[in-house]
């Protein structure tokens, strides 16, 4: 993904340097490593909360989903000082692919489940 986003940095700037090109793909790379951190850790709270059955565990989620969307959206439309893409498309739609996940995560979190039926063939069928 250095590679990819070097090469556009480089598009989008011909006049810069190899280390300014190097420079500036390092900031993205750790930027968008920071983000996937949080992300990571943000889910594995909220597996931890749901297998404690935590009351507030669809609404941390909630808001864990949406502060996801809201980044991969920023990292897919920020607009750079050249006035590209701050990030290649595919990087940014890599990033954002994550929230469909989330939006199903969220989705099954909050429905209710059925009450249990008894199986045919069980004393209490």
Request: proline residues 7%; charged residues 10%; hydrophobic residues 55%.
């Amino acid at each position: 993904m250095g590679e990819l986003i070097s090469a556009y940095v480089k598009a989008g700037y011909p006049a810069a340097s190899t280390s300014e090109v190097s420079t500036a793909t390092t900031i993205y790379l750790v930027g968008l490593a920071l983000v996937g951190i949080c992300g990571v850790v943000l889910w594995g709270i909220a597996i931890a909360a749901t297998r404690a059955g935590k009351w507030w565990t669809p609404w941390f989620v909630t808001s864990a989903m949406v502060v996801g969307i809201a980044v991969g959206l920023f990292d897919l439309m920020v607009r750079d000082t050249n006035g590209e893409t701050g990030l290649p498309a595919l990087v940014g739609w890599l990033g954002l692919a994550p929230s469909a996940a989330g939006v199903l995560a969220v989705a099954l979190l909050w429905i209710k489940p059925a009450a249990p039926r008894p199986m045919p063939g069980h004393p209490s069928y």
